[in-house]
């Protein structure tokens, strides 16, 4: 447990979340190939966060010593550098959500120009 949150509970409710956006998208006539980029958008999205939570862990314990504290490996520095690539994975995964968001948008735009549904 973190913060008093029970991950397996969250992890399950992003993942139910997940499955249900994924079901309506199909159900809602926006086509397949919207519904897989839809569901990458959301992927990318959990994994920006779960990296974003990794690094905010790495600053705490960089913060409070915890652990066995070994030169170069797992002083507060490295730990801090650490976090900090961990940070702009994030971002770069947040990015690639944001362009996945784009796609399904783009396709279903192309799609009603061409008058195919």
Known sequence: MKHGVNLYHSNNMKKSIFAAS???????QIGFAQAVQK?????????AEKKLDKAQEYRQEAAT????EVAGISDKKTR??????????????AIKSDAKALKVVAKEKTKTAAGVN
Request: aromatic residues 0%; without cysteine; charged residues 45%.
């Open 22 to 28: 994924l079901a309506l998208l199909l159900a809602s």
């Open 39 to 47: 569901a990458k958008e959301v992927k990318k999205e959990m994994k």
């Open 65 to 68: 010593g915890k652990g066995l």
């Open 80 to 93: 801090l550098a650490k976090a900090d690539r961990k940070e702009k994975k994030a971002v770069k995964k």
